[in-house]
Nanobody, 122 residues
Framework: QVQLVESGGGLVQAGGSRRLSCAASGRTFSPYVIGWFRQAPGKEREYVSAIRSSDGGTYTANSVKGRFTSSRDTATNTVYLQMNTLKPEDTAVYYC???????????????WGQGTQVTVSS
């Protein structure tokens, strides 16, 4: 089993920044991809960003491109989602998830975190 713990959520004003963390522990594997998803009330879950452990390659959704960036610390199996220029429509529960391999585009993840709420006030 792999455990994922997210942190960094909270309330932020529009235009502000927030950094989410996702720490993986337990029976981790390599290589892996950690992805970020978000879900707002009444909306479908959205695949926001992902990063490979092997080479740091990333995926970023068009809706957040230029504002959100994923980075990693392979020594601690921690991934970060830096969110800049936040908008009220970014309000959602953000989840991280991990899967084996190097494919960024696949939405099939093996383990999920519990989610962290990000609220952007206008």
């Amino acid at each position: 089993q792999v455990q994922l713990v997210e942190s960094g959520g909270g309330l932020v004003q529009a235009g502000g920044s927030r950094r989410l963390s996702c720490a993986a522990s337990g029976r981790t594997f390599s290589p892996y991809v950690i992805g970020w998803f978000r879900q707002a009330p009444g909306k479908e879950r959205e695949y926001v960003s992902a990063i490979r452990s092997s080479d740091g390659g990333t995926y970023t959704a068009n809706s957040v491109k230029g504002r959100f960036t994923s980075s990693r610390d392979t020594a601690t199996n921690t991934v970060y989602l830096q969110m800049n220029t936040l908008k009220p429509e970014d309000t959602a529960v953000y989840y991280c998830a991990i899967k084996r391999g190097v494919v960024l585009s696949s939405l099939e993840y093996d383990y999920w975190g519990q989610g962290t709420q990000v609220t952007v006030s206008s």
